[in-house]
């Protein structure tokens, strides 16, 4: 499968723990995206790669979350200290040169 | 500010009952649109991307248009494996980054 792929789908989590998704993308894409998604609502941007460099962060993007993309190929997105506010679909998608994004399946995070 | 809204926020039709989706964007320089759909719990899956205004593209049962300031989705003869969230998504700011409408749901009966 040549597809994005997320890891782990799901995680439930205590208020306070620390929680890591990790993002393969499609191998020759070089731009890699972290959204976020609650219910009802569309993904909304948290941050972008173009290869390795980090180029933009949303102001959702808390210092509790940091994402890394080392070697510009998989990427992590951290989150410390999670909150209940922090439940949600973390989605990651990668694209060429900016054109349209591919998405994976998604990580889906519970935080009790 | 960028933004994309989306209407009707959810449509439930009769199987074989055609309609269409709205996807209206105010975005100065548009480089492209973008329709997705997702089904529950899982990732958005690609569908087209329009450029200009006038493009059409069509996908099985259904035809995206672009004008320049919306897009429609057209769903014709719609079956129950139709149901999904559509997204649009409009690449805006400074680095072109998607931004996301908040999607319409889409319930086709049998």
């Known amino acids: 499968d040549t597809g994005v792929s997320q890891n782990p789908r799901h995680k439930i989590t205590k208020r306070g723990q620390n929680v890591t998704f990790r993002c393969d993308p499609i191998?020759?894409?070089?731009?890699l995206y972290w959204y976020r998604q609650t219910l009802g609502q569309g993904p909304e941007f948290l941050t972008y790669f173009q290869n390795e460099a980090q180029l933009e962060k949303s102001r959702l993007l808390s210092d509790r979350f940091s994402a890394e993309r080392p070697k510009g190929s998989f990427s992590t997105l951290e989150i410390q200290r999670t909150e209940q506010g922090d439940s949600a679909m973390y989605l990651c998608?990668?694209?060429?040169?900016?054109?349209?994004?591919?998405f994976g399946e998604g990580s889906r995070l519970t935080v009790l | 500010e960028d933004q994309v809204t989306q209407s009707p926020e959810a449509l439930r039709l009769q199987e074989g009952e055609s309609s269409s989706l709205n996807c209206s964007y105010t975005v100065s320089g548009l480089r492209g649109l973008f329709w997705y759909r997702q089904d529950p719990g899982k990732g958005p899956e690609f569908l087209f991307t329009l450029y200009s205004a006038g493009e059409e593209k069509e996908k099985e049962r259904l035809k995206a248009t672009l004008t320049k300031k919306e897009s429609f989705l057209h769903i014709t003869a719609p079956k129950p494996e139709d149901s999904a969230t559509y997204l649009c998504?409009?690449?805006?700011?400074?680095?072109?980054?998607?931004?996301f409408g908040r999607g319409t749901s889409l319930i086709v009966h049998p």
């Open positions: 998504a409009v690449p805006s700011g400074g680095s072109y980054i998607p931004t």
């Open positions: 191998s020759e894409h070089n731009r």
């Open positions: 998608a990668s694209s060429l040169a900016g054109l349209e994004l591919f």
